[in-house]
């Protein structure tokens, strides 16, 4: 427990002698067993990865872990990144750590506040860009070619690595893979680390069989599905606002070598499974990430038969990053009453009689 993905799994990352060992004590996050929602869809095994429980709420930090051990190993002076939100607030956190200096560039207006609020806290200097989370991805490879800075974004080949520990972990809690792996796409990094993880573990023998990768973007932001980058992505997802995912090729693989889907749902479904993860299963997690629940539904809406099967759904960041979200969208109105046991009992039991 606590002890970090590096130390978990240092035979099968890109840890040699010369790699410091630094955890701030990701990885090893709950696989919770669904207690209602598989039943009502007549799953007989729904998990939820849970993780918005790493150490800044996203599984941002499994990839960023080792990406700034690389980055120390090599003697980097400094970080930047792009970022919808998660991506910057694990990067700040790391660079705080490790007492290296932060840019992160994201979108003017399109970062949920607890996000932006981690990644000023944390210290990163914080730039805003008139621009969405493509263009500042394409500045941020940009500058980094033109100066001594790394880059943190997944198109760093040591994110995918650390982040592929979650598909070792869901492998070893469970004694094999799962039938299906759902999860939401957005720069389409996560989807390639989960589906090399299956795949390595598969070659190591640790599991016989591999899952269908079952991908989903946002309606408003699906560039994948439609074959062609969105100039201007839309959605209220806004982890997954993105309309040119940089490890597109990686999707297509993983969707293709599983035999699985890429496909979208819309912002009504997904705040749907927001609320059901939430009200049913005590699940608070943010809406990019009810995009794997989402995309379960809309299965299992179209006949897919889900019996039988042994299902993960990847939550990938925290619900508390935008709380306004989850108050405008939960319906339910608070109650105010005079402070005395009368007035209390009218509200609760009294208005069930
Ligand atoms: N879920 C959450 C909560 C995310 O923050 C992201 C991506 C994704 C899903 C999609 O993962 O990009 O690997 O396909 N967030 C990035 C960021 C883009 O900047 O924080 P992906």
């Given at each position: 427990m606590g002890a970090g993905v590096l130390n978990t799994y240092p035979d099968l990352l890109p840890v040699t002698s010369a790699t410091p060992i630094i955890t701030m004590g990701e990885g090893d996050t709950p696989l919770v067993r669904s207690n209602r929602l598989g039943r009502e869809l007549g799953c007989t095994e729904l998990y939820f990865k849970l993780e918005g429980c790493n150490p800044t709420g996203s599984f941002k930090d499994?990839?960023?872990?080792?990406?700034i051990a690389k980055a120390l190993e090599e003697g980097t002076k400094a970080i930047m990144c792009a970022s919808t939100g998660n991506t910057s607030a694990s990067a700040a956190a790391f660079g705080a750590y490790c007492d290296i200096p932060t840019f992160v560039l994201i979108p003017k207006g399109e970062v949920a506040m607890g996000k932006l609020a981690q990644a000023m806290i944390y210290g990163a200097k914080v730039?805003?860009?008139?621009?969405n989370f493509d263009a500042a991805l394409g500045m941020v490879r940009e500058f980094t070619q033109r100066n001594d800075v790394t880059l943190v974004n997944s198109v760093n080949p040591h994110r995918i690595e650390g982040q592929k520990t979650a598909a070792f972990e869901i492998v070893d809690k469970l004694g094999g893979a799962p039938d299906m792996l759902f999860i939401p796409v957005g720069n389409a990094g996560n989807i390639t680390a989960y589906w090399k993880g299956f795949r390595e573990y598969q070659d190591l023998g640790r599991s016989q069989a591999l899952p269908r990768m079952m991908g989903f973007q946002a309606e408003g932001a699906a560039p994948i599905v439609r074959g062609e980058p969105v100039a201007r992505p839309q959605t209220i997802a806004s982890?997954?606002?993105?309309?040119n995912p940089a490890t597109w090729n990686g999707a297509i693989e993983a969707r293709d070598g599983s035999g699985g889907v890429i496909d979208a749902v819309s912002d009504d479904e997904i705040l749907e499974a927001y609320r059901l993860l939430a009200n049913k299963e005590g699940i608070f997690c943010e809406p990019a990430s009810a995009a794997s629940f989402a995309g379960l539904m809309k299965m299992h809406r179209q006949g897919m038969d889900l019996s039988d099967k042994r299902i993960v759904c990847i939550c990938t960041g925290n619900g508390l990053k935008d709380p306004d979200?989850?108050?405008?969208?939960?319906?339910?109105?608070?109650?105010?009453?005079p402070a005395n046991i009368e007035a209390l009992e009218a509200v609760t039991i009294g208005s069930e009689s």
């Open positions: 499994r990839g960023m872990v080792m990406a730039i805003m860009i008139n621009g982890a997954i606002r993105i309309g979200l989850a108050v405008s969208s939960s319906g339910g109105q608070t109650i105010e009453v």
